[in-house]
C-alpha cells in the first residue's frame, strides 16, 4: 500500500492562489498515475485534475486555472491553482494507482489524508 502525503492548503481569499503538493516516501512517483480530488462540505467527492506518464486531465470547472504536474527532483505531484473561487472550497485528496487514471475516484487505490483549502475573503 502506498502511503500519499499532501500539504499546502489553507486560507486564500477569492482570485489567490494556492500550491498543494503530494508526496510518497519511499515510492518513486513516475511509476504511478496521480488524481486530485475535492470534496466540500455536503457534497460528493469530485475529481479535479490527473497526470499519468505526461498526460494531463482536467475537471470542466478548473480548465485554464489548475495545473497538475510533476516535480521529479522532489518526487512529488504539484497541483498549481490560480484564480480560485470560493467553490474551490473542499479538502483535497490526492489520490494514486499503478495502472488506472482519470478523474474518477474508483480508478485509484490508494488515497492520501488530505489538506484543507478555503476561499473566502
Known amino acids: 500500500q502506498v502511503r500519499l502525503v499532501e500539504s499546502g492548503g489553507g486560507l486564500v481569499q477569492p482570485g489567490g492562489s494556492l500550491t498543494l503538493s503530494c508526496t510518497a516516501p519511499g515510492w518513486n512517483m513516475e511509476n504511478f498515475a496521480i488524481g486530485w480530488f475535492r470534496q466540500a462540505p455536503g457534497k460528493e467527492r469530485e475529481g479535479v485534475a490527473s497526470?499519468?506518464?505526461?498526460?494531463?486531465f482536467y475537471a470542466d470547472s478548473v480548465k485554464g486555472r489548475f495545473t497538475i504536474s510533476r516535480d521529479k527532483s522532489k518526487n512529488t505531484v504539484i497541483l498549481q491553482m490560480n484564480s480560485l473561487k470560493p467553490e474551490d472550497t473542499g479538502v483535497y485528496y490526492c489520490?494514486?494507482?499503478?495502472?488506472?487514471?482519470?478523474?474518477?475516484?474508483?480508478?485509484?487505490?490508494?488515497w492520501g489524508q488530505g489538506t484543507s483549502v478555503t476561499v473566502s475573503s
Open positions: 497526470i499519468a506518464a505526461e498526460r494531463t
Open positions: 489520490a494514486s494507482d499503478s495502472w488506472r487514471y482519470g478523474l474518477v475516484g474508483e480508478n485509484y487505490e490508494d
